[in-house]
């Protein structure tokens, strides 16, 4: 169909829809299930049989299987169903943790899906884009990412960035009149929006003609194939360990296996022990837990407000150094308020009044007033209101804005003084210039009931005022002098000293014969008035900076308000130092990159920047060393977002192009947040190191076990089904639980770690090494001391070591839980843990103590008096360096 072509009227009538009431939610249900949600189609997922298979992939566990077959056909049938029973197992638990993983990611798929601005029942209303459907009416404004195929019904200074379609980078400007030229490109279809396409400049809406794979970009798309996920550092990194480790391991293993054969075991026997300690002793699940633990780090981030998009990012929040933070919203509470108006030559007014209900009344010199007493405030309130886009409304007795909190704070004003949206029906706004926060204006031209033509501006009062020639004082214009201009600009300064945000209202009239586009529209107007506004810092902003201070992060405020506001904000947050430095756009631009690189450690606050200042903000920071998270929520924030190194997007006023350029989404826009995803990252890569350090010391302690054992020429102190099983229960579970830690007191009090620290830094390969051979040491002297009892029963002196072993390794995993004692974290502090201890200890009992079971893992019961002598030993390793004093 080309809708191009097809006019207005005939467009809603073929699509069955209504312009001012869209689609009713029944509706638009009925047709979702008949064109299907608003996705493109993804690449075939393997079965859950193909993710089962890939579990046998590991080599070792191949040369394991193979080992089973020969096993079997020795008649070995034990043995060979045991080993099996085990690799079967270990598969089941690979599955499950791959599963989880997976459900994790697309849980998080779904999180940070776009939202689109829809037409339904006569409301607009936000929704995810996958539930749009053919015949909804949708809004489009700058920053947002068009969701569907649209073709549009009115356009206010609409541009298009559609590189993505057409190649063409420059912005198509669009309309919304029908073309009458026939098989025209995509890049020609100027009154069409197309999904995945990017709104750069104006606004307007459209009616949905396709969705899914129907749009232009889904018959792209379905001659795709999709790309395979890249490996985060940290995977990179651990796979690159475990290559290391294989070799580490495959020689010990072989030296084991030598020095058996060598002292007279039987070559069969020998191999599968060694086959069995390689198994044990190759973390080949390392990249599992990795995945699922930063999955469940990801899951309890969520629960924060805190959507991350990149794994990578999850590693990246650790290092970071300098949080680079918008104040509206993010810092403060993005509910602006109206507190002071300032009109030409006259006393200024106090409003009073919270957020956005309209309760609230004038005050000048104490005095309450109604709009209508003052000269001149029932106009600026009412031009105030005409040029804006937001609008008021209540839910539940609580008073929301849609649209920018500024322009929602000029309505709210408004209704104060009794000028509300449906009193201004006598005008009709016939152009629009929309807000640029380059132009830091934005303008429009109304014609009232008498066919009089006005133009409005608002904006930065400094941008204005070298654009006004007049001012409107006591109902009258007068010429702008130097006085008067300077009798603002300490208004001006006074009210940004008091930490309010300044906005300008100037006009003119003008005639019917003046071009609407004229370059001179914006010139030699006449100042009407001030704004004085505030939005109030969140309530636990202060402390959430102060926890950052301590954690070695530093915050930066970046904002569009004018010094002196910014100044008061940052000094009512503690932000700014008493040497800090406060820093303009101006004084950026005045500057060249290795100048602010010099000064940037001690600027705290960057005001009246424009975006793209951003971008240099991060840039500087980056070559003094620093990991930079930086916030934003416009479509010009992205290219800064981009370019630091943990892009953080606003999820309320956040556009879409913002959200897909960032690696975290902050679901309530609150500074707090970060310092929370902060903490959060920081406690996921400490779990790791962790679950590493309690995999490879325990592993190191299985094979010097039976090194030590062969380079003594005594028998094996373990049987190859008892290594396997010592793998699964002591290695799998608690290592897995030891990822779900809840962070350490002390982890926002240290500095943010090197984002090149190797993993064993900070003493991590000493604890390891000096673990393991504790571990593998109080092992074997177990099992000589059995072995010496009872000389002609090998069962008994190898179930000794066997239960040493394991009980050293659940003792151990308490240890791994600090970098100081074992003592200095509650051991009930991590439930799983604790849970995950209890089944590995009743699966050891199982087998020592269960009849049936004793023939195929060669155990025997064992007395209670050889449990006081097992239980001081595996202690052992935890005394001597887990209470502190060899805990280096």
Same mark, same amino acid.
């Given at each position: 169909?080309?809708?191009? &072509?097809?006019?207005?009227?005939?467009?809603?009538?073929?699509?069955?829809?209504?312009?001012?009431?869209?689609?009713?939610?029944?509706?638009?249900?009925?047709?979702?299930?008949?064109?299907?949600?608003?996705?493109?189609?993804?690449?075939?997922?393997?079965?859950?049989?193909?993710?089962?298979?890939?579990?046998?992939?590991?080599?070792?566990?191949?040369?394991?299987? !193979?080992?089973?077959?020969?096993?079997?056909?020795?008649?070995?049938?034990?043995?060979?169903?045991?080993?099996?029973?085990?690799?079967?197992?270990?598969?089941?638990?690979?599955?499950?943790?791959?599963?989880?993983?997976?459900?994790?990611?697309?849980?998080?798929?779904?999180?940070?899906?776009?939202? *689109?601005?829809?037409?339904?029942?006569?409301?607009?209303?936000?929704?995810?884009?996958?539930?749009?459907?053919?015949?909804?009416?949708?809004?489009?404004?700058?920053?947002?990412?068009?969701?569907?195929?649209?073709?549009?019904?009115?356009?206010?200074?609409?541009?298009?960035?559609?590189?993505?379609?057409?190649?063409?980078?420059?912005?198509?400007?669009?309309?919304? @009149?029908?073309?009458?030229?026939?098989?025209?490109?995509?890049?020609?279809?100027?009154?069409?929006?197309?999904?995945?396409?990017?709104?750069?400049?104006? /606004?307007?809406?459209?009616?949905?003609?396709? %969705?899914?794979?129907?749009?232009?970009?889904?018959?792209?798309?379905?001659?795709?194939?999709?790309?395979?996920?890249?490996?985060?550092?940290?995977?990179?990194?651990?796979?690159?360990?475990?290559?290391?480790?294989?070799? *580490?391991?495959?020689?010990?293993?072989?030296?084991?296996?030598?020095?058996?054969?060598? &002292?007279?075991?039987?070559?069969?026997?020998?191999?599968? !022990?060694?086959?069995?300690?390689?198994?044990? =002793?190759?973390?080949?699940?390392?990249?599992?837990?990795?995945?699922?633990?930063?999955?469940?780090?990801?899951?309890?981030?969520?629960?924060?407000?805190?959507?991350?998009?990149?794994?990578?990012?999850?590693?990246?929040?650790?290092?970071?150094?300098?949080?680079?933070?918008?104040?509206?919203?993010?810092? %403060?509470?993005?509910?602006?308020?109206?507190?002071?108006?300032?009109?030409?030559?006259?006393?200024? #007014?106090?409003?009073?009044?919270?957020?956005?209900?309209?309760?609230?009344?004038?005050?000048?010199?104490? &005095?309450?007033?109604? @709009?209508?007493?003052?000269?001149?405030?029932?106009?600026?309130?009412?031009?105030?209101?005409?040029?804006?886009?937001?609008? +008021?409304?209540?839910?539940?007795?609580?008073?929301?804005?849609?649209?920018?909190?500024?322009?929602?704070?000029?309505?709210?004003?408004?209704?104060?003084?009794?000028?509300?949206?449906?009193?201004?029906?006598?005008?009709?706004?016939?152009?629009?210039?929309?807000?640029?926060?380059?132009?830091?204006?934005?303008?429009?031209?109304?014609?009232?009931?008498?066919?009089?033509?006005?133009?409005?501006?608002?904006?930065?009062?400094?941008?204005?005022?070298?654009?006004?020639?007049?001012?409107?004082?006591?109902?009258?214009?007068?010429?702008?002098?130097?006085?008067?201009?300077?009798?603002?600009?300490?208004?001006?300064?006074?009210?940004? /000293?008091?930490?309010?945000?300044?906005?300008?209202?100037?006009?003119?009239?003008?005639?019917?014969?003046?071009?609407?586009?004229?370059?001179?529209?914006?010139?030699?107007?006449?100042?009407?008035?001030?704004?004085?506004?505030?939005?109030?810092?969140?309530?636990?902003?202060?402390?959430?900076?102060?926890?950052?201070?301590?954690?070695?992060?530093?915050?930066?405020?970046?904002?569009?308000?004018?010094?002196? %506001?910014?100044? =008061?904000?940052?000094? &009512?947050?503690?932000?700014?130092?008493?040497?800090?430095?406060?820093?303009?756009?101006?004084?950026?631009?005045?500057?060249? !990159?290795?100048?602010?690189?010099?000064?940037?450690?001690?600027?705290?606050?960057?005001?009246?920047?424009?975006?793209?200042?951003?971008?240099?903000?991060?840039?500087?920071?980056?070559?003094?060393?620093?990991?930079?998270?930086?916030?934003?929520?416009?479509?010009?924030?992205?290219?800064?977002?981009?370019? @630091?190194?943990?892009?953080?997007?606003?999820?309320?006023?956040?556009?879409?192009?913002?959200?897909?350029?960032?690696?975290?989404?902050?679901?309530?826009?609150?500074?707090?947040?970060?310092?929370?995803?902060?903490?959060?990252?920081?406690?996921?890569?400490?779990?790791?190191?962790?679950?590493?350090?309690?995999?490879?010391?325990?592993?190191?302690?299985? +094979?010097?076990?039976?090194?030590?054992?062969?380079?003594?020429?005594?028998?094996?102190?373990?049987?190859?089904?008892?290594? $396997?099983?010592?793998?699964?229960?002591?290695?799998?579970?608690?290592?897995?639980?030891?990822? $779900?830690?809840?962070?350490?007191?002390?982890?926002?009090?240290?500095?943010?770690?090197?984002?090149?620290?190797?993993?064993? *830094?900070?003493?991590? =390969?000493?604890?390891?090494?000096?673990?393991?051979?504790?571990?593998?040491?109080? %092992?074997?002297? !177990?099992?000589?001391?059995?072995?010496?009892?009872?000389?002609?029963?090998?069962?008994?002196?190898?179930?000794?070591?066997?239960?040493?072993?394991?009980?050293?390794?659940?003792?151990?995993?308490?240890?791994?839980?600090?970098?100081?004692?074992?003592?200095?974290?509650?051991?009930?502090?991590?439930?799983?843990?604790?849970?995950?201890?209890?089944?590995?200890?009743?699966?050891?009992?199982?087998?020592?103590?269960?009849?049936?079971?004793?023939?195929?893992?060669?155990?025997?019961?064992?007395?209670?008096?050889?449990?006081?002598?097992?239980?001081?030993?595996?202690? #052992?390793?935890?005394?001597?360096?887990?209470?502190?004093?060899?805990?280096?």
């Amino acid at each position: 169909m080309k809708w191009y &072509q097809v006019s207005r009227r005939d467009i809603l009538q073929q699509l069955n829809t209504s312009e001012t009431f869209g689609l009713s939610h029944k509706e638009a249900d009925r047709r979702r299930k008949k064109s299907g949600e608003n996705v493109l189609a993804e690449e075939k997922k393997p079965s859950r049989f193909f993710i089962f298979l890939r579990q046998f992939e590991d080599f070792m566990v191949l040369v394991l299987l !193979a080992a089973t077959l020969i096993s079997g056909l020795i008649g070995e049938y034990v043995d060979a169903i045991t080993i099996m029973a085990i690799v079967l197992l270990n598969a089941v638990l690979g599955y499950v943790q791959e599963q989880k993983a997976e459900k994790s990611l697309e849980k998080l798929k779904e999180l940070s899906a776009p939202m *689109a601005k829809v037409l339904r029942e006569g409301e607009w209303t936000q929704i995810p884009s996958k539930e749009l459907v053919p015949g909804d009416i949708v809004k489009l404004e700058t920053g947002d990412r068009v969701s569907a195929d649209i073709r549009l019904l009115k356009t206010n200074s609409l541009e298009i960035e559609e590189s993505v379609l057409t190649g063409e980078s420059h912005p198509a400007e669009k309309m919304a @009149s029908e073309l009458t030229e026939h098989d025209l490109e995509l890049g020609d279809q100027h009154n069409m929006a197309f999904a995945g396409t990017l709104v750069t400049r104006g /606004n307007g809406y459209g009616i949905v003609v396709a %969705t899914g794979m129907s749009t232009a970009m889904g018959k792209i798309a379905s001659m795709l194939s999709a790309t395979k996920r890249k490996p985060t550092p940290l995977e990179q990194k651990l796979e690159e360990l475990g290559k290391v480790l294989i070799a *580490a391991a495959l020689v010990l293993t072989a030296l084991v296996v030598v020095l058996g054969v060598y &002292q007279g075991h039987s070559v069969y026997n020998m191999f599968l !022990a060694g086959v069995s300690l390689a198994v044990a =002793a190759i973390p080949e699940g390392l990249p599992a837990i990795v995945t699922v633990a930063l999955s469940l780090g990801v899951q309890r981030m969520i629960k924060r407000r805190a959507v991350v998009r990149k794994l990578s990012a999850v590693e990246t929040l650790g290092c970071a150094s300098v949080i680079c933070s918008d104040k509206t919203g993010t810092l %403060t509470k993005n509910e602006m308020t109206v507190q002071q108006i300032y009109l030409p030559e006259q006393e200024p #007014i106090r409003v009073s009044g919270k957020g956005y209900s309209p309760a609230g009344y004038f005050y000048q010199q104490k &005095q309450k007033q109604s @709009s209508s007493e003052i000269e001149g405030l029932e106009k600026l309130l009412t031009y105030g209101v005409l040029c804006n886009h937001a609008s +008021i409304r209540e839910k539940d007795g609580k008073y929301m804005v849609e649209g920018d909190p500024t322009e929602g704070a000029l309505i709210v004003a408004a209704q104060k003084g009794d000028i509300a949206r449906q009193h201004l029906k006598n005008y009709k706004v016939i152009h629009e210039i929309p807000f640029d926060s380059s132009r830091k204006r934005m303008t429009v031209v109304v014609e009232d009931e008498n066919h009089k033509r006005y133009v409005i501006t608002k904006g930065a009062p400094e941008v204005l005022l070298n654009r006004t020639s007049w001012v409107f004082s006591c109902g009258e214009k007068k010429v702008m002098t130097p006085s008067r201009k300077k009798e603002l600009e300490t208004h001006m300064d006074d009210m940004a /000293n008091q930490a309010l945000r300044t906005l300008a209202v100037c006009y003119k009239p003008i005639e019917h014969s003046q071009p609407l586009k004229d370059v001179d529209l914006e010139k030699d107007l006449i100042f009407l008035g001030l704004f004085g506004m505030i939005d109030p810092p969140r309530e636990d902003v202060k402390e959430a900076i102060e926890a950052c201070r301590e954690a070695g992060v530093k915050t930066v405020m970046i904002t569009g308000d004018h010094a002196s %506001t910014a100044r =008061a904000i940052a000094d &009512q947050l503690t932000i700014l130092p008493d040497q800090g430095e406060v820093l303009t756009g101006y004084d950026l631009s005045m500057m060249t !990159a290795e100048e602010l690189s010099e000064i940037i450690d001690n600027v705290y606050v960057f005001a009246r920047v424009s975006p793209e200042h951003k971008l240099q903000i991060v840039e500087a920071l980056q070559r003094k060393g620093h990991v930079v998270a930086m916030t934003g929520d416009g479509v010009n924030d992205a290219p800064a977002i981009k370019a @630091s190194d943990i892009g953080v997007s606003m999820g309320v006023t956040g556009t879409d192009v913002t959200k897909e350029a960032s690696s975290l989404i902050l679901m309530d826009d609150h500074f707090a947040t970060i310092k929370a995803a902060i903490e959060e990252g920081r406690n996921i890569y400490e779990n790791i190191r962790k679950f590493i350090r309690y995999l490879l010391a325990s592993n190191v302690g299985e +094979i010097l076990v039976m090194l030590f054992a062969m380079l003594l020429a005594m028998p094996l102190p373990l049987v190859p089904v008892q290594i $396997l099983w010592v793998n699964l229960v002591t290695d799998g579970l608690p290592a897995l639980a030891l990822g $779900l830690d809840q962070p350490e007191k002390n982890v926002m009090k240290k500095p943010p770690r090197h984002p090149k620290e190797s993993i064993f *830094a900070r003493g991590l =390969a000493f604890k390891i090494i000096s673990r393991g051979f504790m571990i593998g040491l109080v %092992t074997l002297i !177990a099992f000589m001391f059995a072995y010496q009892q009872q000389p002609d029963h090998l069962e008994y002196a190898q179930t000794i070591a066997f239960v040493t072993l394991v009980m050293a390794q659940l003792i151990h995993v308490f240890d791994c839980r600090s970098d100081q004692s074992v003592f200095a974290r509650n051991p009930f502090g991590n439930m799983y843990l604790v849970g995950a201890v209890l089944s590995s200890l009743l699966l050891m009992l199982v087998v020592v103590y269960y009849p049936p079971l004793q023939p195929i893992f060669h155990t025997v019961s064992l007395p209670l008096r050889e449990w006081l002598m097992i239980l001081a030993l595996s202690a #052992i390793p935890t005394m001597i360096f887990g209470t502190g004093k060899g805990n280096h």
